[in-house]
């Protein structure tokens, strides 16, 4: 499985962006996907996962009530709605998936990994 992360860039505080991950490959809707993101000078961090039916989901709980996971099987690509966008928000965010249908937030249970897009929230 490939995955292309696409969406990012820069956006004031409080505005809204949508992030995108298109995964190539013909069992690529099996796959659980999630989000992670990675701040500058930080680690990287759970934000959103997705079960293989998009029936469910998982936050991290910075995050909750903010940005929606959600995807469309028949174009192979789950998206990320950000609204309401802080700048704590800033990081570059990572697609993954996971072998398992399952949803997980350990980063060590995502086998395959898109190549990140930059988000910056401007105060």
């Known amino acids: 499985v490939q995955l292309q992360a696409s969406g990012g860039g820069l956006v004031q505080a409080g505005g809204s962006l949508r992030l995108s991950c298109a995964a190539s490959g013909r069992t690529a809707s099996w796959y659980a996907i999630g989000w992670f993101r990675q701040a500058p000078g930080k680690g990287r961090e759970f934000v959103a996962a997705?079960?293989?039916?998009?029936?469910?989901?998982d936050y991290t709980d910075s995050i909750k009530g903010r940005f929606t996971i959600s995807r469309d099987n028949a174009k192979n690509t789950v998206y990320l709605q950000m609204n309401s966008l802080k700048p704590d928000d800033t990081a570059v965010y990572y697609c993954?998936?996971?072998?398992?249908?399952?949803?997980?937030?350990?980063?060590?249970?995502?086998?395959?990994w898109g190549q990140g897009t930059l988000v910056t929230v401007s105060s």
């Open positions: 997705i079960n293989w039916s998009g029936a469910t989901t």
């Open positions: 993954a998936a996971r072998v398992s249908g399952d949803i997980q937030s350990s980063i060590s249970e995502y086998r395959y």
